[in-house]
């Protein structure tokens, strides 16, 4: 009997960074003046050592495109950096929720949908709950932060 072991790669997506990209010539940036779809950063501004890429997946608005900051922290598949790249791009576009590339990975997206919408519900039951009650169980409550 053969048993498989199974891999996971993990990668973290970050979309809240300060990290500004443009087009060299305006004439690249097509009619908005935006960074293309479907550009991947990977080199100069990242991490010298670790693997590390920005890629913009979606048309932007006038002077909004930003791209999300992605870094693979562990890769059993042994991904090459364009597989990589190129998972994330076409996973930008089966979002359920649109019909057009998101700036986001779904699976990102949707978790941090749901992580607000977890904060709410908390912070609504959290309102509800007696004055007394409350301040009993200040110091046990759990708090949800999404970046």
Known sequence: MVIAR?????IVAQKRHLTGMFV?????GGRFGNVPPGTVVDTKIVHPFHFDFYLYSHYGLIGTSKAAHYTALWDEHNFTSDQIQKLGY???FTSARCTKPISLVPPVFDADLVAYRGRMYHEAAMELQPQSA?????TSHICCITQ
């Open 6 to 10: 199974s891999t996971i790669t993990l």
């Open 90 to 92: 076409h996973l930008c």
């Open 24 to 28: 060299e010539n305006t004439r690249d």
């Open 134 to 138: 409350a301040l009993s169980s200040s």
